[in-house]
């Protein structure tokens, strides 16, 4: 893998799509768990689509150096939930729905800024709109895998299996070095553009 891409506009595009769906991704599995009977994201302060809540810094620092990366992951209680060990695949999927809407949405909206902006300005947002979707769709895909602490890896949690902090700062730092050296992009690139030719026509 070359050097990471960190232009300024790069890295703008990044951020602002990080702070677009950190809210989005955060709120709707901290919501998913409160319905289904587990109010600790309540208490936890993740009920909300406020994204300083719900940024993780490490998965900020892949997503903006290395072009992918994580949201903080919602504490989840199985034994909470009124449907049980089913509830943690709802949460987990109902983040992943949510995100692959919102690159939905995102790539909706280029044709109206391409047309309603003034010229510099509608080219600009297109192409931010433009990364945007194909981030989100990214982070949707990553978001599945079952390793703390992504979303994904919740589903531990409904076998019962705690993982320790310091084996989730061992799995952290897998991460990036994953990240780092393309292993998501390698394997999670079929996924990518099968979802990227329905969702954004790519």
Known sequence: ??????????????VGTLLLIAGLHGGLVAGA?????????????????????????VG?????????????????????????????VIVILT???GLLVAAAIFDALVRPALTMLPYTAGLTTA???RA???LTIWLALLSLVPVPPLAGGLILGAYGIRVPPRIQWILTAALVAAVAF??????LGPAHAFLAGVIVGQ
């Open 1 to 14: 893998m070359g050097p990471p891409d960190i232009s300024l506009q790069v890295v703008g595009f990044r």
């Open 33 to 57: 768990a409160v319905l289904l009977g587990d109010k600790g994201p309540k208490h936890d302060g993740r009920l909300t689509i406020v994204p300083t809540n719900h940024v993780d810094l």
């Open 60 to 88: 900020a620092f892949s997503l903006i150096v290395f072009g992918l990366g994580w949201t903080k992951q919602v504490a989840v209680d199985v034994r909470e939930m009124r449907v049980g060990p089913i509830g943690i």
């Open 95 to 97: 983040g992943f729905i």
């Open 127 to 129: 192409a931010f709109l």
């Open 132 to 134: 945007a979707a194909s």
């Open 182 to 187: 393309g292993v998501f992009h390698r394997y």
